[in-house]
């Protein structure tokens, strides 16, 4: 297979409206609104993500903040500001302020080791009494961002040697240097390690076909997850 052709079936997968991805995506989005039906009220921090995300959401906050440490693109519409910055530093956590919910997704396996994890959730549980936070989940059998079956358990070296030359990669390195950095930065975490950062949260998980894909660590008040049926 070519190289166009295997990126329209990386985006025929994961990336295209319409995509197996997107319609996961979609069936996150009503999951969330069910657990936070006044999400139209709230002040959202969103950490880790990107105005594109929630301009393509079928749900609105009131007032979304985006904070990541990539600049953002310019002329965004009112209900949405902007910072550059990273949360794992405590400073840039107590100079945010407060809000009603902190929403993070795909964002936490990227901070950069267990320490940066523990700054990373401790701002999240900070900044507000809600929380819903998404992780792809380590055991699962095919690794989410590079799309191949079991790449997550090959060894550091392994993984940037093979991510140069797999071809449903979403960019591929040009280099063994530029190989290491697109791998060495991701960490899938699990259930346990999900249930330590955050021991006061409800831990869902979203599956396929009976299979855990994804980790969710959520709070919010009115009731957990159990009693609103969303485990």
Same mark, same amino acid.
């Given at each position: 297979m070519s190289e166009p052709k295997y990126r329209a079936l990386r985006n025929r997968l994961v990336d295209a409206p319409g995509s197996v991805g997107e319609r996961f995506r979609t069936a996150r989005w009503l999951r969330f609104r069910?657990?936070?039906?006044?999400?139209?009220?709230?002040?959202?921090? @969103?950490?880790?993500? %990107?105005?594109? %995300?929630?301009?393509?959401?079928?749900?609105?906050?009131?007032?979304?903040h985006l904070v990541n440490?990539?600049?953002?693109?310019?002329?965004?519409?009112d209900w949405i500001s902007t910072e550059v910055a990273d949360v794992t530093d405590p400073a840039v956590t107590a100079a945010l302020g407060s809000f009603d919910l902190v929403y993070s997704?795909? %964002?936490?396996?990227?901070?950069g080791g267990h320490s940066q994890r523990l700054r990373f959730a401790a701002a999240i549980t900070t900044l507000a009494p809600r929380h819903w936070v998404q992780t792809p989940y380590r055991y699962f059998p095919v690794e989410p961002h590079f799309l191949a079956p079991g790449f997550q358990f090959l060894p550091l070296a392994a993984r940037a040697r093979l991510v140069r030359h797999w071809p449903l990669t979403h960019s591929r390195p040009d280099g063994p240097e530029e190989g290491l950095r697109a791998v060495v930065g991701i960490e899938l975490l699990t259930r346990t390690e999900m249930r330590y950062l955050f021991p006061d949260s409800t831990l869902l998980s979203e599956r +396929?076909?009976? +299979? %855990?894909?994804?980790?969710?660590? +959520?709070?919010?008040?009115?009731?957990?997850?159990? @009693?609103?049926?969303l485990t």
């Open positions: 069910a657990y936070f039906p006044d999400i139209d009220e709230f002040e959202v921090v @969103d950490l880790g993500g %990107t105005a594109d %995300t929630w301009l393509r959401a079928p749900v609105r906050p009131r007032r979304l440490i990539d600049p953002h693109p310019a002329g965004l519409p997704n795909s %964002t936490i396996e990227h901070v +396929v076909l009976g +299979v %855990t894909k994804s980790l969710l660590a +959520v709070r919010g008040k009115g009731g957990s997850a159990h @009693d609103r049926g």
